[in-house]
Every structure is written in C-alpha cells, then in structure tokens.
C-alpha cells in the first residue's frame, strides 16, 4: 500500500505553528514511508477564505521545505485540490446517500431548530435533532417536494458503537445514539464541513489522516460517512494541541504564531523544522538536534505523545542558536542580506571583512536579527552609547585617563593584531598599576557603545587602527563634555 497523507488547512489565517506542525508530521511520515504528500486547501467558507490567506499559506510551506506532491500550483491526478472547485462532488456524493438511504432531506426551518435549541439549552437539557423529517410519510415528502420547499441533507445516523483505534490515543469508541443526524449538505446546496473532507479525502485515496485533536469528535461522523459511501476509511492519529508556556491554548497572547513572523523573526527553517516535529513527537532517547534527513528517518505515528506539547520559546531560541552557529560565513551573510537592508546597514563590499564580522558574532547569535543589532557598530560611522554602558563605564573619573592610555598605546602597536593589541593594553595596564579589565571595559565601550561585544581584541583588530583611533576621539571629546557635571557635584 502506498501511503498517501494530507494536510488540509482552512485559508481563513495565516500558516499558524499549529497547522505547520499538522503540515510536518503529515510531509515526515509521507517521506519516511516514500508515500504521497497532499496538500488540499479547504477553502469553502468563502466569507473568510482569501487568496492572500492561501498564497500565505504556501509561502509558509515552502518556507519550512514541505513540499507537497500533490496539491495547488503542482497539480497531480486528483486535481483540482481547492475544495471550492470540488463542491459538485460532494453534492453528488449527498445525493447517493439520499438514494441508498443513509441520508434523508430535512425541510425542518432553519429558525425554528435553533428556538428549539436555544430553549432545551436555557432549560439545560442537551438537544439532538427530533428527525421529524425521517418520519415523513411518501406523501407528505412529495407534497413538500411538489411545493418547492428548500431543505438542507440530513445524515441518517446508525445506532450502535462507532470504533476506531486512533493511533496516538488508542482505541476509541462512540455510541452512535449519542449523535445527531447531522447535515451534510446545506439548504443553500453548499456542502458541510464532514460531507467535503470525508467526500475528498475518499477521491484522494487519503490512508491516513494526521490532524489536531480539535478534529477527534468529528471523526466518527466521518468513519460513518466513508462507511456509507463504500470507502474503506484511513487510519486515523489526532495530534495533541500545542500550549503556551501557561498551559494555555496557544494564541496571539503568546507571542508570534504564523510561520511567517518567526522567518522575518529570524529563525532559520532548519532549526524551526526540527523544532516543530518535537511538539509532540519524539524519536525516543533524548536526541534533540535532528536533520531533516535524520528526521525523515526517524519519523513514526507511534512517537506522538497523548499529552499536549508546550512551545518553548527560550528551547526554539537555544535550537535556532545552535543552527546558526552552525552556518558557513558565506550563507550566513547572503541570509542576512535583507536583514540588513530593512535595518538600514550596508555591510559593504568587503566580503572578507564582513565574514570575519558575522564568524566574531556568530557565536552569541540566537536570531539571524540579533546580528542586526550586534553588527551596527561596525558598520557605522559613529558609535552610541548605551546609558548601561554609560553609567557602569563612562561615569567613573578614571574613564578619561583610561581613554587618554588607550589612545596613546594603540597609536603606534604594531602590527594590528588582537594578540599584539592584547600584549600592549596587559602591558599598559600594568605599568599604571591598574587591572587591565579597568581599559578592556573602557575600549569596549569606546569601540561598541556597549557592556558586551565579541572579545575586545578581536573587535579591535577587525576595526583597524584608523576606525580604533577615530573611537577613542569621539569617546574622549564626548567624556570631556561629561566632565563639568561631574566636577559640580
Ligand atoms: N480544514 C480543516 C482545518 O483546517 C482540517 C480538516 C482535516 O484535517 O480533516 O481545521
């Protein structure tokens, strides 16, 4: 049997975290069993589907390097896969079921059931469709026929258990009492939400459906559906639902959830990929740090947890740091490119310079915009001062001394190399009789405006003496416009 799965989000929002992590496990499992990969998009509620919303959608997709065999833009033998152009089927597929009795017109008023519902709701009683229309005699259904009468398409639901051995929570089972004749195709002809998915996911050849457990209640009205229309149903596994780190549902309140900030965020899709398939799922041991390749190759259903997955955002963060580390220079700086652009930064064209730039930032880098910030005081002009930076190293009365030996050492160490600079401001220090962090502090907010940079002597080799020595100015005039405050008090 060859597998075929799919992912079939709802373009009514963007590729949420969610729906990325439905979308991954479906495209790993594909890929470790060499099956098919679909993706469908089920855009029939008009009213909030979008094209952006779908353009958005694949952008995330391809973001993340899902691909997908079959599907919109690649086509394939089932086409078309935007549930929209697919609705005739599902009409047609209601009218068999009207025609081997398993489903049965409904010309019940819309208004009437929801007063009836909204009394048995006040008096807290549960409410169930009273199937007065299955009870129409030959007659009074011909009558009503004969009349125009519109009517919606009511399932007719069997007694007896629906089961089904879910592969992430077991067996399950339902008592079909316990469900109402639901409707599969509306008054106005649009089909359902059950009718659609059961009615597609059979033309498709669909094996096995990975979705949230949002979907776990529908799918015994969908087992019963593939039942009535002859299709032998695929597996089904619901994934557990990703939580905030309050255990909360995870939403907007939480932070970034579409795809696509966390790209303009800054996260790379390697880490994002690996991130995402340890939502729930894990390959045993306590392997963290996965391939896509090794992914693939590790993939099972029987690895996704019943629990609910936390997304940690501090762990994405560690995982994102540890890909970035892990980036030539040269990749590094063509990912950073547009980065750097929004930013307003032209790195330039030294492309020497900039790689040694990026390999001394690397190591603390957690975001590709971390760059961003870190790198603005090696490629601008003049260096601003941050008022932490300020306050602990600038405010003391030996800041200006320690300029003033600064400037004089660095001026003529030769050649410009962090080990030499390193031996000369030691040396320094020394002969002042002051610890030579005192000077390292004060050089580096001289040269980065900041408390922490890359190691000074490195900072200081790859800004060269002409740039070194420009600092220093800026630093002692802006020190000697301290100065009168300072002696006033
Ligand atoms: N379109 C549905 C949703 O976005 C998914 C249906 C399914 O996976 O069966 O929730």
């Given at each position: 049997m060859t597998i075929r799965v799919r992912f079939a989000p709802?373009?009514?929002?963007?590729?949420?975290v969610g729906g990325a992590r439905t979308a991954l496990f479906n495209w790993l499992y594909a890929r470790h069993h060499g099956g098919t990969f679909i993706l469908r998009v089920e855009d029939t509620d008009v009213a909030r589907s979008s094209n952006e919303m779908i353009s958005g959608i694949l952008e995330g997709l391809r973001w993340l390097g899902i691909d997908w065999d079959e599907g919109p833009e690649v086509g394939g033998p089932f086409a078309p896969y935007l549930q929209s152009e697919r609705l005739d089927r599902h009409r047609e597929a209601a009218g068999r079921l009207v025609r081997s009795g398993h489903a049965y017109n409904c010309y019940c008023s819309g208004d009437r059931l929801r007063q009836e519902r909204e009394r048995a709701e006040q008096a807290g009683a549960a409410w169930k469709y009273d199937r007065t229309c299955l009870a129409l005699t030959p007659d009074e259904r011909a009558a009503l026929e004969a009349a125009g009468a519109p009517h919606a398409v009511r399932f007719k639901v069997p007694s007896g258990l629906v089961r089904f051995d879910d592969q992430v929570h077991g067996p399950i089972e339902v008592d079909g009492a316990t469900i109402e004749d639901f409707v599969i195709l509306r008054s106005d002809g649009v089909p359902t939400y059950h009718l659609s998915v059961v009615v597609d996911d059979a033309d498709m050849h669909i094996t096995h459906v990975v979705r949230g457990d949002d979907h776990i209640s529908n799918t015994p009205k969908h087992l019963l559906l593939f039942r009535a229309l002859g299709v032998e149903p695929p597996v089904f596994a619901h994934v557990p639902l990703i939580l905030g780190q309050d255990k909360k549902r995870l939403s907007k309140r939480h932070g970034a959830t579409s795809v696509t900030e966390y790209a303009r965020a800054g996260y790379l899709p390697a880490a994002m990929v690996n991130f995402l398939a340890l939502l729930g799922w894990?390959?045993?041991?306590?392997?963290?740090?996965?391939t896509r390749e090794e992914l693939v190759e590790a993939f099972a259903l029987t690895g996704i947890s019943g629990g609910n997955a936390v997304f940690n955002t501090e762990k994405l963060d560690w995982m994102n740091g540890q890909y970035i580390a892990k980036l030539a220079p040269e990749n590094l700086a063509t990912l950073l490119t547009p980065y750097f652009a929004e930013a307003g930064l032209a790195p330039g064209g030294d492309a020497a310079r900039l790689s040694r730039l990026l390999g001394l930032l690397q190591p603390r880098a957690k975001r590709l915009t971390d760059f961003i910030e870190q790198a603005r005081p090696f490629l601008e002009d003049a260096v601003t001062y941050e008022p932490e930076a300020e306050r602990k190293h600038l405010s003391t009365p030996t800041a200006a001394t320690h300029a003033g030996t600064l400037r004089r050492v660095l001026a003529d160490a030769d050649p410009f190399d962090a080990a030499t600079l390193e031996g000369v401001i030691r040396q320094a220090a020394a002969d002042c009789g002051v610890k030579a962090g005192d000077l390292i502090h004060v050089a580096r907010v001289a040269m980065t405006g900041r408390t922490t940079s890359p190691g000074i002597f490195d900072v200081l080799e790859l800004l060269g003496r002409q740039r070194v020595m420009a600092r220093l100015d800026q630093l002692q005039a802006h020190l000697s416009t301290l100065e009168p405050t300072r002696s006033r008090e």
């Open positions: 709802s373009p009514t929002g963007y590729l949420h894990s390959p045993g041991g306590d392997r963290e740090l996965m």
